[in-house]
């Protein structure tokens, strides 16, 4: 089935470093992608997403680029802040039995140091 | 706009006791509805999934429940709670047709079973 795989957390990171979250994913067809960002004790924002090869979801500084060769979705910003220290996750979308279902990883949690 | 709504944001149950949460979308009609889990130190769960009013799919086997008597609120319940119903409770909403979109997520119930 399909599935998503993220690189174990904690990470952490002085202000201003770069930063990078792998994401790779197994799925049949063209699913598509997402990063959703939780602040500590809130629910999930949708932070990106890209809906086909090649597309590029950014905002907020972070970016990602749908890599079907490599099926990849990994996660960059250019310099992180403190504000930035979340749980990071990134899922797919498909669809089944009349519903669309995202299947999430199991989250990365980014602590941002001063 | 579409906002969705979640209660309460915390709870504190004995074990044993019944648990109802709600939860209400607005600005949308006919959403697929979710609920998810997060336990403590682990990613998301999906508990239940509704693509319209009265159905209602379970996909973790438990002493949970859900329903939807409306078609803009959904229900999670429990006859008796256990100590491993602790967690955060997340409701989110798609639009059926637009799986592009990915979901809306409500604030989140923090559940503690004492």
């Known amino acids: 089935g399909d599935s998503v795989t993220q690189m174990e957390g904690p990470v952490t990171l002085s202000e201003e470093a770069f930063l990078t979250i792998n994401c790779t994913y197994t799925?049949?067809?063209?699913?598509?992608l997402f990063w959703y960002v939780q602040y500590p004790g809130e629910g999930l924002q949708l932070l990106l997403k890209?809906?086909?090869?090649?597309d590029k979801g950014s905002n907020k500084g972070f970016e990602a680029t749908y890599r079907k060769e490599t099926t990849s979705f990994h996660l960059e910003k250019g310099s992180v802040q403190v504000s930035d220290s979340a749980v990071y996750f990134c899922?797919?979308?498909?669809?089944?039995?009349?519903?669309?279902?995202?299947?999430f990883g199991k989250g990365t949690k980014l602590s941002v140091i001063p | 706009s579409q906002t969705i709504h979640q209660w309460p944001a915390t709870l504190v149950q004995p074990v044993g006791s019944p648990l109802s949460l709600e939860c209400t979308v607005e600005?949308?009609?006919?959403?697929?509805l979710y609920w998810y889990r997060q336990a403590a130190g682990r990613g998301l769960q999906l508990l239940f999934y509704?693509?319209?009013?009265?159905?209602i799919s379970s996909e973790v086997p438990q002493n949970l429940s859900a329903s939807r008597p409306q078609d803009r609120q959904f229900i999670l319940s429990s006859k008796k709670l256990l100590l491993s119903d602790s967690g955060f409770y997340l409701c989110?909403?798609?639009?059926?047709?637009?799986?592009?979109?990915?979901?809306?997520f409500g604030s989140g119930t923090r559940l503690t079973v004492v």
């Open positions: 989110a909403w798609s639009a059926g047709d637009r799986p592009n979109y990915g979901y809306t």
């Open positions: 509704s693509v319209g009013i009265g159905q």
């Open positions: 799925a049949t067809g063209y699913p598509s």
């Open positions: 899922a797919l979308a498909y669809s089944g039995a009349g519903s669309y279902q995202l299947t």
């Open positions: 600005g949308t009609s006919n959403p697929n």
């Open positions: 890209a809906t086909k090869a090649d």
